[in-house]
């Protein structure tokens, strides 16, 4: 691992797995700990960007230090919301964030008695976890900048995409794509895939057909389709199991 | 009053109802004192038999004169006097009216008013002579000796009748008098109106006098102000509206920070300012984005049509039922997946034709590009050849396949994704171009060993190069195709259609039809 960036091979062998929980069980958890963060983040009017954008990098990042069992992750998912909100200048009172997580998944957090000390106290071993590195870039950047990349595109036509493709690293947060993957590199997947859904044609006559070569050299035509499918198989599990369908934790 | 009435009060009482005829201006008139009628005005006794004609007033005069005499009498009378006689059998019923004995008179259709004696003699003076001479007629003879004598009498005999009428009708002197001087007034009251509207006249048209400026009207000044009251009032209309929504902004603010720092005992803030509001500065670069927008639960092919509505991620409800598979995008390099429209949705509904499925990408020997020149005309065109030539991809190709002097159509796509579960019994063969991830999407998940085991596959490559070392493993037949010898080609690309015609005998017999087989 380096610049909090792991590799593939990472996520078969993170601490929960070791543990003894399985590879789909992790992949479940994990997006109910974002769904969660999500959630509450929307209720305190909370934008992806950039706060549930970090929040949810934090829990990822968290989780490969740290395993299930130890750590639950309804209480993780608050603490990454308060910290994230904090660090990026948009704080919200951890009182709030605990009333608004006990509003919306009562079943869930109604047991907590006291469910604000608990988030303060895991917002330490967070902040030692993460070894207080706590600048997050995220794809939204990058991709601002890829919108001035084609001029020849109708500007309608480019404004659509970068639309969609901003809708995608919105849902992208759910995956493991933020920790195996450099934000740039999200943002140029992302947006290659927005190209591809709605069809249009970026690349010039005179143009590689590889339009990123210029900023992410050697990163071929494989990776980037490896990166879209992280998403859509995202969309197709969720499509047929909503994460927590019933606003309940699933067990063993 | 009815003449009737009338003639009825002279039979009682003559002397206050004296009988006279009148004559004037050519127009006969019957007069009981001072109430005159025509001749010929009709009364309200009505003739026997005939329900729409009565007496005549004239008529009713000459029967109460001969009353006294036999019927046969009266009728010679009344015939040379050229009235109506009264019949026998309405003589006793009139000489019970005229007698006063029945006092109910039948209406009259159409009052008749009585006119004034009096009113008509003063209105002809020059007839005067008339009555003098109803009065010989009466049976009072006068002295006729001498021409000179009878003059003086008769101008002395007007002067007197003008007397006598006066004391007959009740009209002194003074009365006479009196009236004259009444209209005397009248005369007079008439030529002070005449002087009023003179006067009226004059005071209109009199011209306007100057008008000299006064003490106030100097004041005024020479601009109209009139309007300036108007502006300043909705002037300060609109400023007291501008302060109450300043005022409904500054207690939104508040209320919102109340709401944002949550109810219980919270520090107090400052009006219009929160410290945990922040997400109202919205960033400038993201103001043409929708930034909290979600595709979870939706369908690509919504994206594809460019209807898609970006929504917050959604909850779904409880016990929702299952969703079919979701539909999988395939990608590869600069690849298109172009969409389908209702037209195409219906008449794919409808059809029954078989199915070819090809890959879509561009590095690879067989796409829709070239796939008519292979399958149709049996002769290899590189994939960048016809792309040259043509500037846009084909999105919706069929192929034509002659056999037995009759053609079939075939279908052939590259998004097979597309495909609904029933139109994979359509499927009769399969290009691979060598990735697994060709198959992401399709059915029987998308593992390529169930495909081939339903689908023939067929994968071209180089004749001088081995295939891929994926397609080796996998149950394809390998199509070796000269880089640059054409004559091989028909019977190499017949061979697909044989496998493909055996395959259809086999196991799809339902499509038989469709391939003249």
């Given at each position: 691992?380096?610049?909090?960036?792991?590799?593939?091979?990472?996520?078969?062998?993170?601490?929960?797995?070791?543990?003894?929980?399985?590879?789909?069980?992790?992949?479940?958890?994990?997006?109910?700990?974002?769904?969660?963060?999500?959630?509450?983040?929307?209720?305190?009017?909370?934008?992806?960007?950039?706060?549930?954008?970090?929040?949810?990098?934090?829990?990822?990042?968290?989780?490969?230090?740290?395993?299930?069992?130890?750590?639950?992750?309804?209480?993780?998912?608050?603490?990454?919301?308060?910290?994230?909100?904090?660090?990026?200048?948009?704080?919200?009172?951890?009182?709030?964030?605990?009333?608004?997580?006990?509003?919306?998944?009562?079943?869930?957090?109604?047991?907590?008695?006291?469910?604000?000390?608990?988030?303060?106290?895991?917002?330490?071993?967070?902040?030692?976890?993460?070894?207080?590195?706590?600048?997050?870039?995220?794809?939204?950047?990058?991709?601002?900048?890829?919108?001035?990349?084609?001029?020849?595109?109708?500007?309608?036509?480019?404004?659509?995409?970068?639309?969609?493709?901003?809708?995608?690293?919105?849902?992208?947060?759910?995956?493991?794509?933020?920790?195996?993957?450099?934000?740039?590199?999200?943002?140029?997947?992302?947006?290659?895939?927005?190209?591809?859904?709605?069809?249009?044609?970026?690349?010039?006559?005179?143009?590689?057909?590889?339009?990123?070569?210029?900023?992410?050299?050697?990163?071929?035509?494989?990776?980037?389709?490896?990166?879209?499918?992280?998403?859509?198989?995202?969309?197709?599990?969720?499509?047929?199991?909503p994460v927590l369908e019933k606003k309940k934790l699933t067990t063993f | 009053m009815d003449p009737l009435e009338a003639l009825q009060k002279h039979v009682q009482r003559p002397e206050e109802f004296p009988l006279r005829e009148v004559t004037v201006s050519g127009i006969s008139y019957v007069a009981f004192g001072d109430y005159?009628?025509?001749?010929?005005?009709?009364?309200?006794?009505?003739?026997?038999?005939?329900?729409?004609?009565?007496?005549?007033?004239?008529?009713?005069?000459?029967?109460?004169?001969?009353?006294?005499?036999?019927?046969?009498?009266?009728?010679?009378?009344?015939?040379?006097?050229?009235?109506?006689?009264?019949?026998?059998?309405?003589?006793?019923?009139?000489?019970?009216?005229?007698?006063?004995?029945?006092?109910?008179?039948?209406?009259?259709?159409?009052?008749?008013?009585?006119?004034?004696?009096?009113?008509?003699?003063?209105?002809?003076?020059?007839?005067?002579?008339?009555?003098?001479?109803?009065?010989?007629?009466?049976?009072?003879?006068?002295?006729?000796?001498?021409?000179?004598?009878?003059?003086?009498?008769?101008?002395?005999?007007?002067?007197?009748?003008?007397?006598?009428?006066?004391?007959?009708?009740?009209?002194?002197?003074?009365?006479?008098?009196?009236?004259?001087?009444?209209?005397?007034?009248?005369?007079?009251?008439?030529?002070?109106?005449?002087?009023?509207?003179?006067?009226?006249?004059?005071?209109?048209?009199?011209?306007?006098?100057?008008?000299?400026?006064?003490?106030?009207?100097?004041?005024?000044?020479?601009?109209?102000?009139?309007?300036?009251?108007?502006?300043?009032?909705?002037?300060?209309?609109?400023?007291?509206?501008?302060?109450?929504?300043?005022?409904?902004?500054?207690?939104?603010?508040?209320?919102?920070?109340?709401?944002?720092?949550?109810?219980?005992?919270?520090?107090?803030?400052?009006?219009?300012y929160s410290r945990y509001a922040q997400e109202a500065f919205a960033h400038e670069k993201t103001k043409e984005i929708q930034t909290e927008g979600s595709f979870i639960g939706s369908n690509f092919s919504s994206i594809k049509q460019g209807h898609h509505a970006v929504q917050k991620a959604p909850d779904a409800p409880p016990?929702?039922?299952?969703?079919?598979?979701?539909?999988?995008?395939?990608?590869?390099?600069?690849?298109?997946?172009?969409?389908?429209?209702?037209?195409?949705?219906?008449?794919?509904?409808?059809?029954?034709?078989?199915?070819?499925?090809?890959?879509?990408?561009?590095?690879?020997?067989?796409?829709?590009?070239?796939?008519?020149?292979?399958?149709?005309?049996?002769?290899?065109?590189?994939?960048?050849?016809?792309?040259?030539?043509?500037?846009?991809?084909?999105?919706?190709?069929?192929?034509?396949?002659?056999?037995?002097?009759?053609?079939?159509?075939?279908?052939?796509?590259?998004?097979?994704?597309?495909?609904?579960?029933?139109?994979?019994?359509?499927?009769?063969?399969?290009?691979?171009?060598?990735?697994?991830?060709?198959?992401?999407?399709?059915?029987?998940?998308?593992?390529?060993?169930?495909?081939?085991?339903?689908?023939?596959?067929?994968?071209?490559?180089?004749?001088?190069?081995?295939?891929?070392?994926?397609?080796?493993?996998?149950?394809?037949?390998?199509?070796?195709?000269?880089?640059?010898?054409?004559?091989?080609?028909?019977?190499?690309?017949?061979?697909?259609?044989?496998?493909?015609?055996?395959?259809?005998?086999?196991?799809?017999?339902?499509?038989?039809?469709?391939?003249?087989?």
């Open positions: 691992m380096s610049d909090w960036i792991w590799p593939l091979e990472a996520l078969k062998t993170t601490p929960s797995i070791r543990a003894g929980l399985t590879k789909e069980q992790e992949l479940l958890w994990r997006r109910e700990g974002i769904k969660l963060l999500s959630e509450v983040g929307n209720a305190l009017n909370c934008k992806p960007r950039p706060t549930i954008g970090v929040a949810a990098v934090y829990f990822h990042r968290f989780y490969m230090i740290h395993s299930f069992q130890s750590f639950s992750r309804e209480v993780t998912a608050l603490s990454c919301l308060f910290l994230a909100g904090k660090v990026e200048d948009f704080p919200k009172k951890c009182k709030d964030v605990c009333q608004a997580a006990v509003t919306h998944y009562p079943e869930i957090y109604s047991k907590y008695q006291n469910l604000v000390d608990d988030v303060m106290g895991l917002e330490r071993v967070l902040l030692h976890s993460l070894k207080f590195d706590l600048h997050v870039a995220l794809p939204y950047d990058a991709l601002l900048d890829y919108k001035m990349m084609f001029p020849d595109m109708n500007r309608e036509k480019i404004t659509d995409a970068v639309q969609i493709a901003w809708t995608f690293i919105n849902d992208s947060i759910y995956t493991t794509l933020c920790i195996t993957t450099e934000p740039q590199m999200i943002a140029i997947a992302l947006l290659h895939l927005a190209f591809t859904v709605k069809g249009y044609q970026p690349v010039q006559k005179n143009m590689d057909p590889c339009w990123w070569s210029a900023d992410v050299s050697n990163w071929p035509q494989e990776s980037v389709d490896k990166a879209c499918h992280l998403v859509l198989d995202f969309y197709a599990a969720t499509k047929e199991k | 005159a009628y025509k001749k010929d005005t009709e009364t309200s006794l009505q003739i026997y038999g005939k329900s729409d004609e009565f007496y005549s007033l004239e008529s009713l005069v000459v029967f109460l004169k001969y009353s006294h005499e036999n019927h046969g009498v009266y009728v010679k009378e009344a015939a040379a006097a050229g009235v109506r006689a009264v019949t026998r059998i309405d003589r006793k019923n009139v000489t019970e009216y005229l007698q006063g004995d029945r006092t109910d008179f039948p209406a009259l259709m159409n009052q008749v008013n009585p006119l004034s004696l009096r009113q008509l003699l003063h209105s002809s003076e020059p007839e005067a002579k008339k009555p003098r001479l109803d009065g010989e007629a009466a049976g009072e003879p006068m002295d006729t000796s001498t021409s000179d004598e009878p003059q003086e009498s008769a101008v002395s005999a007007a002067k007197k009748e003008v007397e006598i009428r006066a004391l007959n009708d009740n009209l002194t002197k003074d009365r006479i008098a009196e009236m004259r001087r009444k209209r005397q007034s009248h005369r007079e009251k008439g030529i002070v109106t005449i002087d009023e509207s003179l006067s009226t006249l004059t005071s209109a048209s009199l011209p306007k006098t100057r008008i000299h400026k006064t003490r106030e009207n100097v004041m005024l000044g020479a601009r109209d102000l009139s309007n300036v009251l108007d502006i300043i009032t909705s002037a300060q209309r609109q400023w007291d509206l501008n302060e109450k929504k300043e005022k409904v902004a500054a207690v939104h603010a508040t209320n919102l920070s109340k709401d944002q720092s949550g109810a219980a005992g919270g520090q107090q803030q400052r009006s219009g016990g929702r039922p299952p969703l079919a598979k979701p539909i999988q995008l395939l990608t590869s390099s600069t690849a298109t997946s172009s969409g389908s429209s209702a037209a195409q949705n219906g008449s794919k509904r409808t059809s029954r034709s078989p199915i070819i499925i090809v890959p879509s990408a561009m590095n690879t020997m067989i796409n829709l590009y070239n796939v008519r020149d292979i399958l149709q005309n049996f002769s290899y065109v590189p994939v960048d050849q016809r792309r040259k030539e043509t500037n846009k991809k084909p999105v919706d190709l069929a192929i034509q396949r002659q056999k037995n002097g009759v053609t079939y159509n075939i279908r052939v796509i590259d998004n097979a994704e597309k495909l609904a579960n029933d139109d994979w019994d359509r499927v009769i063969a399969v290009f691979v171009m060598g990735v697994a991830w060709q198959f992401k999407g399709w059915k029987w998940n998308g593992n390529p060993t169930d495909i081939f085991t339903h689908i023939p596959a067929f994968h071209f490559h180089v004749d001088q190069d081995k295939p891929v070392a994926q397609v080796m493993q996998w149950n394809v037949h390998k199509i070796p195709v000269s880089a640059t010898k054409r004559h091989m080609d028909k019977a190499r690309f017949s061979q697909v259609w044989e496998t493909i015609e055996n395959f259809v005998r086999k196991n799809k017999p339902h499509l038989t039809a469709r391939l003249g087989l």
